[in-house]
Each structure stands twice: as C-alpha cells, then as structure tokens.
C-alpha cells in the first residue's frame, strides 16, 4: 500500500510579502517523512477568507491529510479557523473546553480573558482539539483537515501533539552519492538506472566547486534493500564519484 499523502497550506500575508520567513513547512516536512506520511504539495496564500476556502476544499479533496498553518490567533485578520469552518459547512462558536483551557491560562498569567483572547475558544462544530503546551489556544482537526498555529515554536508544538494520532506509513529512506561530473555527462546513464529501479526516486542536485562541475545524487524510497542496490549499481557507473 502507498503511503498516506499531504498538502501543508501556509496562510499568511506576511509570507506572501517577505516579512516573516516560513519555517514551517520545513519542519512539518521532515516529520511527515520520518512518520511516513508523503507531503506532496505546499500552498502559500493570503489572508483572504474566499481564497482559504477553496484552498481548503481543494487539497482535502486531493489528499490524505490537510495541515495548515497560520491565521488562528486573536485578531481580526486570523480567519482560518472561520474559512475552515465555512468549507465544511459548519457552525463556528466558542467551545466550552476550548474556553476553559484559555480562561485558565489567563487567570495564571493574572490577564484579562477577553474578548479578542476568546475568539482563540472558536471550534467548528465536531472537530477534535489539538493541544497547545506553548501559550494554550489549541489547533483542531476536522476530518482530514488539521489546522494549527503559525509561529514556529507552537506550530512544531502541535504538530507533536497532532502525530501519534495519525497513521503513517513506511519512511522514506535516503542515500546520497557524490559524482564529480557535470549533469550533462551523467543524465543518460542515470535515467537508464532510474528506469530500471523505478520504483525509487532518484534527484541530480548540481554543484560548482573550485570551477569544477558535479552532482549530487539522491535516491529515496522505502525499501532500504532496493536503495543499497540502486547505490551499488550508481557507484560501479561512475567509479570516480566519492562517497
């Protein structure tokens, strides 16, 4: 069986405009790999209610697992959890768990709960919290949709909260050889090698050092029996490459 597939969408005017560096993606990706769930596409979108919608509804349709980051904090342009709640067609209001983990934190904190601090108490109707141990206001998941903070330290917070209820399958797996000749000497080779064991992946990454050109090749995949045959035939092709 194929491993389960994933799209993160990353919300965030802040993104699209180069003020903040996404680095949540990058996170969520190496955990998802590590867990063997496949991460197959990344959006980046505005804080634009109609456009979250659709996003939403279209990679939910496409994949395994929808995770989201961005956009449910307490201020006005935090509308995930609301565009969320509006693709599934459901209700959205302050859920009574959900608001007695908050009113305590800020009770601790001796802040006022209020009313902009509430709106982070705002669940559609169904879905399953995902704890916050950082500053408490909880992600949630809804069917296949889970959907969590932007701010890296929480988001990665949440994230491992979120996985030990997912079902993964098998890691993916990689070895990587150094070959020092140029893409050009080595494509024909490795495409014929990449036919052959096709049920690997197999990545050229390119690099110039000291004027010289070579390439870095990747191969991945689940089966580490097929990846060390892959290597050996990829090693006896080019004898010079380096491990």
């Known amino acids: 069986m194929p491993n389960p597939s994933a799209a993160i969408l990353i919300v965030g005017d802040e993104i699209l405009s180069g003020r903040t560096r996404d680095a949540n993606m990058h996170y969520l990706a190496g955990e998802l790999t590590r867990i063997g769930i496949d991460l197959k ?42 565009a969320v709640a509006e693709a599934f067609g459901l209700p959205l209001g302050i859920r009574e768990d959900a608001r007695a983990l908050l009113a305590a934190h800020y009770d601790r904190a001796g802040l006022e709960f209020n009313a902009a601090r509430q709106r982070m108490a705002r669940i559609p109707d169904g879905a399953t919290l995902i704890d916050n141990p950082i500053s408490t206001a909880p992600g949630f998941s809804l069917d296949n ?13 949440m994230v491992a909260s979120l996985l030990p209820r997912l079902t ?42 000291n004027g010289a050109y070579g390439s870095n090749i990747v191969i991945r995949g689940t089966d580490p029996a097929r990846i060390d045959a892959a290597m050996a035939r990829l090693a006896a092709l080019f004898p010079r490459g380096g491990a």
């Open 145 to 157: 949709v889970h959907v969590m903070a932007g701010v890296p330290n929480i988001f990665q917070a």
């Open 41 to 82: 596409e990344v959006r980046v979108i505005s804080d634009d209610r109609p456009v979250i919608v659709a996003a939403v509804n279209a990679l939910r349709a496409t994949y395994d697992h929808v995770f989201t980051s961005g956009g449910i904090g307490p201020t006005h342009d935090d509308i995930t959890a609301d």
């Open 168 to 209: 993964g399958g098998k890691p993916l797996l990689s070895q990587t050889l150094r070959i020092d000749q140029g893409e050009g000497v080595i494509a024909g080779p490795l495409s014929d090698l990449a036919a052959e064991f096709d049920d690997l992946s197999f990545g050229s990454y390119p690099f110039i050092q």
